[in-house]
């Protein structure tokens, strides 16, 4: 009774794994490994950092604004002078002239032996010469004030004392906000813009190469599944022609209708069979761990494939033209972009022969206050001007760099060009070889069929002793051979289909 529930309680578990099994088809493997693609997440967040720094080559077309501080201390104070000073004091004369005499205006007498000059009161002694008082300058000799008035010895002096000329500079504080809006920069920030989005551009396609890529090593690994998964079908069901044969030849030996030399060879072929099918079974799971590696499930997780059963059945679209091929192709939009960052670098080379424009304005404010005797307080004022800068001389570097940046842009071109080229043999490659493996499955089928019809009259010749063992042996081989070869040709109708949307840039239509 324990036996009968415990054979019970197996079925039940077998039945239950059995039935939860997973199944999934191609697309449902496409999407998971592509939501797993370590890659392709790099390749996403690659596309957000270039629309960021699209967004920060845009600023460069605003003002930019900033704010500066500075405290700095001093040992010594500073002084304008050197000593106490003694100025003359007087009037100007109606020309504007201070303490210088002209022949319009002689000297004049005081009474207390001293002269006025243009009504300023002088020490000098004075000397009649020709009618005219003449000053006599400290050594006695006269002299014309109006050429050496430096020789005048003023009655009457005001003094500046050296302390009213000395600042306290001990604790200097200086801060303000300036801003620079560009007004003509000779291009650059228009090609910088460009070059931001094309490489937001180049990182879109480089997303689509990486996407396409998966998809081709999920593919390859979905179907190397299937084609294993059928050999073993097919080794098994070979195996079991063996398992019968033996059985039989067996039997007739023990009845004496064949030989010992007969039953081994059987036996060498069963064993054989057991080789084969072994590694096709380890095959088998090592594939599946490949596949799962790919799709981001357990390692050791089972599941029904839902293309198990082979068609041969495949759908030929109508191949695009050239040109559209060229704009689906991520290698070709890279390699486009790529020309248009190396034409703008190219203007940008040629803009720094230009001269740069931009509009500045500022608050500045300093304590001591500079602009008012230096006041123990913070003073400021509001700046605005327009500053350029005119490139004239650096010994030919903007023009050797300009010249790297025109040769740049013609490999640029050529890289381009042979590109398209490299991608036209590739389709046309891809379309022979998928016209071949279409001509290879057909004949693959017609052999699964002639193969097919021999073993059962081999089966039938060897029933009725018609045939040899030897024969039968090799009639069930031919068999398993083409059995083998369709289900290769098969596999290979399905890859080359996959190589051809990917040259023509199809595969990811129903990903975008």
């Known amino acids: 009774m324990n036996r009968k529930i415990a054979l019970f309680t197996v079925f039940v578990c ?3 794994t059995v039935g939860a099994q997973q199944t999934l088809d191609l697309p449902e493997c496409r999407k998971l490994a592509l939501d797993h693609n370590k890659d392709l997440k790099i390749a996403k967040e690659n596309i957000r950092a270039a629309q960021e720094m699209q967004k920060a080559a845009f600023t460069q077309f605003l003002p930019s604004f900033s704010a500066f501080g500075n405290y700095t201390w001093n040992q010594k104070n500073i002084s304008l002078m050197g000593s106490d000073a003694f100025l003359p004091i007087g009037v100007l004369d109606q020309n504007g002239k201070f303490g210088i005499g002209s022949p319009t205006s002689p000297p004049h007498p005081n009474g207390d032996g001293t002269y006025t000059i243009d009504g300023l009161a002088v020490n000098n002694k004075f000397v009649m010469i ?3 008082a003449v000053p006599l300058d400290a050594k006695g000799n006269p002299f014309d004030p109006t ?4 020789n005048l010895m003023w009655k009457n002096y005001a003094i500046l004392p050296k302390d009213a000329m000395e600042f306290d500079i001990q604790n200097v504080f200086v801060g303000g906000i300036s801003f620079v809006q560009p007004i003509f920069m000779g291009g650059k920030i228009i090609e910088l813009n460009k070059i931001a989005k094309y490489n937001e551009q180049i990182a879109q396609a480089n997303l689509t190469d990486k996407t396409q890529e998966i998809i081709v090593n999920i593919d390859e ?3 190397r599944v299937v084609s294993i998964e059928n050999k073993v079908s097919l080794a098994k069901e070979y195996r079991q022609l063996l398992i019968k044969m033996d059985s039989d030849i067996c039997a007739m030996q023990q009845e004496g209708l064949v030989t010992k030399s007969e039953v081994l060879k059987v036996k060498v072929k069963l064993n054989e069979a057991d080789l084969s099918l072994t590694k096709a079974e380890n095959g088998l799971k090592l594939s599946r761990m490949a596949l799962n590696q790919l799709c981001g499930l357990p390692l050791d997780q089972t599941y029904e494939l839902s293309d198990s059963k082979l068609q041969d059945t495949i759908e030929l679209n109508e191949p695009p033209s050239i040109e559209d091929v060229y704009e689906r192709r991520p290698e070709i939009q890279m390699l486009v972009q790529a020309q248009n960052i190396a034409e703008s670098n190219r203007k940008i080379m040629n803009s720094r022969f230009m001269p740069n ?8 404010t300093t304590n001591p206050n500079v602009y008012n005797g230096f006041q123990q307080k913070f003073g400021g004022m509001f700046t605005v001007g327009i500053s350029a800068t005119i490139p004239l001389f650096h010994f030919g570097e903007r023009i050797y760099t300009r010249n790297a940046a025109q040769s740049a842009t013609v490999v640029a071109k050529l890289k381009l060009d042979d590109t398209k080229e490299k991608i ?6 891809n379309r022979y070889r998928i016209t071949e493996s279409l001509k290879k499955q057909l004949t693959a089928k017609t052999n699964v069929d002639v193969a097919e019809e021999n073993l059962m009259y081999a089966q039938e010749g060897y029933s009725a002793g018609v045939i040899t063992s030897s024969d039968l042996l090799a009639a069930q081989t031919a068999w398993v051979s083409a059995k083998s070869d369709y289900i290769d040709a098969l596999i290979d109708v399905k890859l080359n289909n996959l190589y051809l949307k990917k040259s023509l840039g199809q595969l990811t239509e129903s990903f975008q």
């Open 14 to 16: 077998l039945f239950l």
């Open 130 to 132: 020709d009618g005219q």
């Open 147 to 150: 050429k050496n008035p430096e």
């Open 221 to 223: 690994a979905y179907w």
């Open 357 to 364: 424009i931009a509009l500045t304005g500022s608050y500045l």
């Open 424 to 429: 036209r043999l590739q389709i046309d490659q």
